[in-house]
DNA sequence: ATGGCCAACACAGTTGGA
């Protein structure tokens, strides 16, 4: 079973490098961020015709999650059910034996912005909703958008980027935090390349140069961890037209003893 | 030189992203 992740920044502009990326790459399910497409437009009838099933939450121009599947989808749930909170950043389902929850964490903007109290806010609701869940589903899979770079090597200068939003000491608390309710960072359980990144500027060529961060993540419950067989970040995508400033983080899971 | 790019909204220039 495989799984994805990714911020397309905008469906509508998206959809196309979306369906072309699961042709190539038909995952199990993939998780979307940053739709920004209300409900009554969002595409459902082109994803279904490239063999996927939907679930969305999304609003007007900002925020939009989704999560598309080639299985059933149960028991959808959106946004945190202990915060009170108009935005979409979060959708949670069932698809076979895996609890999938996709989410959006807030960016924060500026440690002395509103928008990054509101962002510690959110992370905290997130935490204790993950550590209830994980006492009731056993298979979990926390995908998406973090806008959290764990560790100075996800930065591309740490230096620069000190003292800033996504690197913040609280924000990365918040990440160990997961960690250690049970979950495992999936592209960390295994040898990867230096300097690997999911998320480059669109300024200042940032991808040609590699001047990224690594905020995209897929943390797995500790069972899930142990079926875990190959985490990679795809990069091709970043390489398109008109290219999402993120790029695809993959899972692979070996299938559940029946 | 602390901005450069991109998307949405609206139809110019602002806001937000990260």
């Known amino acids: 079973m495989q799984l994805a992740t990714w911020n ?4 509508k502009v998206r959809l196309p490098q979306v369906l072309t990326w699961l042709a190539e790459n038909p995952v199990d399910a993939l998780c979307l961020q ?4 209300e409900d009554v437009n969002f595409p459902q009838h082109e994803i279904e015709e490239a063999g996927y099933r939907v679930a969305f939450a999304g609003q007007k121009t900002y925020n939009g999650v989704a999560i598309l599947s080639k299985h059933e989808i149960h028991d959808i749930q959106v946004n945190l059910p202990n915060l009170d909170d108009p935005q979409k950043r979060l959708i949670a389902a069932t698809i076979n034996d895996v609890r999938v929850v996709c989410a959006y964490f807030p960016n924060g903007q500026s440690l002395d912005s509103d928008k990054y109290q ?3 806010r959110w992370l905290e609701a997130l935490q204790s909703w993950i550590k209830a869940q994980l006492a009731t589903y056993h298979s979990l899979a926390l995908l998406g958008d973090y806008n959290i770079a764990p560790e100075d090597r996800d930065v591309h200068d740490p230096k620069a980027w000190a003292g800033q939003v996504l690197v913040s000491p609280p924000e ?12 495992k960072d999936a592209f960390r359980a295994f040898e990867q390349p230096d300097k690997a990144f999911t998320w480059w500027d ?3 060529n940032g991808f ?6 690594r905020i995209d993540h897929i943390l797995l419950s500790n069972s899930l961890a142990e079926r875990c067989l190959q985490c990679v970040i795809d990069v091709a995508p970043r390489r398109n037209e008109r290219p999402s400033d993120h790029t695809p983080v993959i899972v692979t899971l070996s299938d559940s003893a029946r």
Not at 8 to 11: F, G, M, P, T
Not at 208 to 213: C, D, E, I, Q
């Open 118 to 120: 509101y962002k510690l």
């Open 202 to 204: 669109y300024r200042m």
């Open 34 to 37: 940053e739709t920004k497409l």
């Open 172 to 183: 990365r608390a918040a990440f160990e935090q997961l960690l250690g309710m049970g979950m």
């Open 208 to 213: 040609k140069r590699n001047l990224g961060l």
């Open 8 to 11: 397309v920044n905008s469906l």
